[in-house]
């Protein structure tokens, strides 16, 4: 069974800095695609940035080019989200999941609220 625990959000004041962690269990976490999203107020929630299996590859929503960091840690199933320059805009629950999906089921996520 899918098993996907975000931490490390926060309340921060804007230009501040947090990292996330996501940690997964109940597949095999160094084959896969991992993924962190997010969701607003009163949004659906989005795509925000993508590392492969092997980590060679990035990809990241327009929005946080520059300023967010995605990483993994494939000996401790985990995947990390390095959150810099935040901005009120950032303000959002943010999830991790795999992908493709295959229907996993999404964590509880972790609220990271950026405001002065």
């Known amino acids: 069974q899918v098993q996907l625990v975000e931490s490390g959000g926060g309340l921060v004041q804007p230009g501040e800095s947090l990292t996330l962690s996501c940690a997964a269990s109940?597949?095999?976490?160094?084959?896969?695609?991992m993924r962190w999203y997010r969701q607003r107020p009163g949004e659906e929630r989005g795509f925000v940035a993508s590392?492969?299996?092997?980590?060679?590859?990035?990809k990241y929503v327009n929005t946080v080019k520059g300023r967010f960091t995605i990483s993994r840690d494939n000996g401790n199933n985990t995947v990390y989200l390095q959150m810099n320059s935040l901005t009120p805009e950032d303000t959002a629950v943010y999830f991790c999941?795999?992908?493709?999906?295959?229907?996993?089921?999404w964590g509880q996520g972790t609220q990271v609220t950026v405001s002065s």
């Open positions: 590392i492969s299996s092997t980590g060679d590859s990035r």
């Open positions: 999941n795999r992908w493709p999906r295959g229907g996993a089921s």
């Open positions: 109940g597949f095999t976490f160094n084959s896969v695609e």
